[in-house]
C-alpha cells in the first residue's frame, strides 16, 4: 500500500510539472477555463476538476476527487465543436479487501471521445482504459490463494459533470 502512495505522489509531481510547463507556454487563451464537478476519471472517481484551454483544439485538464485524473481534451472537428477526443492519466480501478474495509486504488492510461459544453455546462465521455495497475494486484492475490469478493476493473467507462 505505501508503494501505491509513493507512486501515485511521483505521477502527480509530474503531471503537475508539466501542466505547469503547458500553462507557461500559453498566453493567447489566458483566463479561458472552466471548473467542474462529476464523476469519472476525469474528475478522479468522484470530485472536481479544471480545464485550461491551451490553444484553439486543445485543453489540458486535473481533476482529484477520491482518485487523480489528469490529461488533453483534443478538439478536431470544426463542425461540432464540443466532441472531443480525450486522453488521461489516472485513477481507474479500485479493489475493495472484505476483511478490512480498504479501498486501493489503480491508476493508468486511458483514452475517450466525450461530448459536452465548452465553457458552461454539461458533459460526458465514454472512456476505454488501456492499462491499469490493478492487474498485477490480481495475479499477486491469486497466487496467494486469496479470495477477491470485489473489484472494479472494467474497461469501459462513463464519465459526467458540470461545469462552471
Known amino acids: 500500500m505505501q508503494k501505491s502512495k509513493q507512486g501515485f505522489l511521483n ?3 509530474k503531471a503537475i510539472f508539466i501542466i505547469s510547463l503547458l500553462l507557461v507556454q500559453s498566453s493567447t487563451y489566458a483566463n479561458e477555463y472552466s471548473i467542474g464537478a462529476g464523476y469519472g476519471i476525469p474528475y478522479g472517481i468522484l470530485g472536481a476538476n479544471i480545464d485550461y484551454k ?3 483544439t486543445i485543453d489540458i485538464t486535473a ?15 470544426n463542425a461540432i465543436k464540443e466532441l472531443r477526443l480525450t486522453t ?3 485513477t481507474n480501478a479500485s479493489l475493495t479487501n472484505t476483511a478490512t474495509d480498504e479501498t486501493e486504488r489503480f491508476n493508468g492510461l486511458n483514452i ?3 461530448y459536452g459544453s465548452l465553457k458552461r455546462g454539461w458533459d460526458i465521455d465514454l472512456i476505454v482504459v488501456i ?7 490480481i ?3 491469486n497466487a496467494q490463494s486469496i479470495p477477491i469478493e470485489d473489484y472494479n476493473d472494467n474497461d469501459i467507462k ?3 459533470g458540470y461545469h462552471w
Not at 63 to 77: C, D, M, Q, T, W
Not at 131 to 137: K, L, T
Open 131 to 137: 492499462n491499469s495497475d490493478i492487474g498485477d494486484e
Open 112 to 114: 475517450g471521445i466525450g
Open 88 to 90: 488521461y492519466y489516472g
Open 158 to 160: 462513463i464519465s459526467f
Open 11 to 13: 505521477t502527480m509531481r
Open 54 to 56: 491551451l490553444n484553439k
Open 139 to 141: 495475479d499477486k492475490l
Open 63 to 77: 481533476g482529484a476527487g477520491l482518485g487523480f485524473g489528469a490529461g488533453v481534451k483534443y478538439h478536431p472537428f
